[in-house]
């Protein structure tokens, strides 16, 4: 069976390699590495080692528990046809449909592709979603390079005839703000602030509910690809509530370094599966309205690593020679307001009193000030617009102290974090070779992304509020 991917010159992302993936890991085809398209101007260095001990013995009570493989996923069990939207999908093929958000006699319903790999074997059910944010681009065309004959087909990555359970994949989700070019849906609402949703309320909340019922929650795991939003971007990481841990299992097994402890807002998908006992991580790169190379390759590395992990394809998952699992950060502000030049993008280690950005007004021409770190760590997500005014955040950092030579040995000759899969192939590896640093701390005003200016409180909770006072 092919090697996942792997980027030929000719290529502007990562396709299929040929070697066999039945072979000793040793023995793969080697890659070529993806050129960064942001270069830091300045220097680097540094990690931490303790998850706050509440959060942590969180964790440890839920990874206690046991699990059993669910009796319809045995060979013994009948496998029918799998059925979605109406339309049934045979097991050993694969289907492409349309799926409306909106069931109605007139109007717009908004449909949007979806791709069914239905497995000849009984297994899991996996939903690969992107663009519930319909600007976030990377999702898209991940998926959208998943999805092609490189990739799925016989003696492919994804051979229907050799997976055990149902991959969905949908490319966009949100399809009025994708084809708007908008975060958000027709009424100005975010999508993903909505679940599980209500029939009877506006009009996200409906496809909310839609989607819900018929896409996500019969899946046993969920895969959400996000981008950052307007202004900023990401490097790539994973973002999961670690005391699930079916979705802990499936944050580890995806393979990159960043992994970010989290619940997520209320109304999420996420947040919401999570509730539900669906295991669910949300994967994070690069920025709305821009296609991030490094992004999209890294994502359809960790994709394919869970299918992996999960037994659904055959294969060995690869993993990072370390991983960082953050409770908390720090955040890097502007004191000043003006227009910023950022030195070191996002992916760069920084240490503490390092210039990271300057702020100029051009009502004060010839006068610069200066933007530095207050400790050092890892910058997971940096402003990209340049108007800041006094607190404006332009920085995102893991602190981290402990793990040094780990990480070091994982920086480029600028000072940026080498990911697994962006410099080709990862390697599979044992997993109690792999080394977790854990960063402590709290996440500001509640998530990773609120002090971004989000809102951490749920839409649909002030929705209902204001219900009540009508």
């Known amino acids: 069976m092919p090697n996942p991917l792997i980027t030929h ?15 000793p890991p040793s023995r793969r085809g080697d890659t070529i590495p993806v050129p960064r398209a942001k270069r830091r101007r300045h220097q680097p260095l540094k990690v931490a080692n303790q998850i706050p001990q509440i959060r942590r013995k969180e964790i440890e009570k839920a990874l206690e528990k046991g699990s059993k493989t669910p009796e319809k996923w045995s ?3 009948s496998w029918k046809s799998h059925r979605i939207g109406g339309k049934l999908v ?8 349309e799926y409306d958000l909106m069931d109605v006699e007139i109007g717009e319903s908004w449909p949007i592709p979806i791709t069914i790999i239905h497995g000849a074997r009984p297994g899991p059910v996996v939903t690969i979603s992107g663009a519930i944010h319909g600007n976030e681009l990377v999702g898209p065309l991940a998926l959208t390079y998943l999805r092609a004959p490189s990739i799925i087909g016989e003696d492919k990555a994804i051979d229907p005839a050799l997976v055990a359970g149902t991959i969905r994949i949908v490319p966009i ?7 708007r070019r908008s975060r958000y849906m027709t009424d100005g609402r975010d999508l993903n602030r909505f679940f599980p949703g209500n029939e009877d309320s506006n009009t996200t909340s409906r496809v909310a509910h839609r989607l819900w019922q018929e896409i996500f929650s019969p899946s046993d795991h969920i895969i959400d690809l996000h981008s950052a939003a307007l202004g900023r971007t990401n490097m790539p990481q994973i973002r999961v509530n670690l005391a699930n841990r079916l979705s802990n299992r499936s944050a580890r097994a995806f393979g990159t370094e960043v992994i970010l402890d989290s619940e997520g807002p209320r ?9 539900a006992g669906i295991s669910c991580i949300t994967y994070e790169g690069g920025g709305a309205d821009e296609s991030d190379p490094e992004a999209i390759q890294i994502a359809m590395y960790g994709i394919l690593n869970v299918l992996r992990s999960l037994k659904v394809i055959p294969g060995y998952p690869s993993r990072p020679r370390f991983r960082l699992l953050a409770s908390g ?23 503490e009193g390092e210039l990271v950005a300057t702020v100029t007004d051009p009502e004060y021409p010839g ?13 997971i997500c940096t402003a990209t617009h340049p108007f800041v005014t006094t607190g404006t955040p332009i920085g995102h950092l893991l602190p981290i102290i402990k793990g040094l030579k780990t990480v070091r040995r994982r920086l480029d000759e600028e000072g940026l974090l080498v990911l697994s899969g962006a410099d080709g192939d990862p390697p599979w590896r044992e997993d109690d070779d792999i080394e977790d640093i854990s960063v402590e701390g709290v996440w500001e005003g ?25």
């Open 9 to 23: 010159a000719s290529q502007p992302y990562p396709l299929v390699a040929s070697s066999n993936d039945s072979d």
């Open 75 to 77: 060979r013994s069990s």
């Open 90 to 97: 045979k097991p050993g093929t694969v289907r492409h449909i």
């Open 173 to 179: 989700v949100n399809m009025p703000g994708y084809r």
């Open 267 to 275: 109304g999420s998908l996420r947040r919401t599966a999570d509730d």
């Open 329 to 351: 950060s720090v955040w890097l502000r502007s004191d000043y307001g003006g227009l910023l030049d950022v030195l070191t993008p996002a992916g760069s280690f920084i240490e």
């Open 367 to 379: 006068k610069s000030m200066e933007i530095r770190t207050p400790t050092q760590g890892l910058l």
């Open 446 to 470: 509640g998530s990773p992304d609120a002090e971004w200016g989000e809102n951490p409180e749920s839409a649909a909770e002030e929705e209902a509020e204001e219900a009540d006072q009508i």
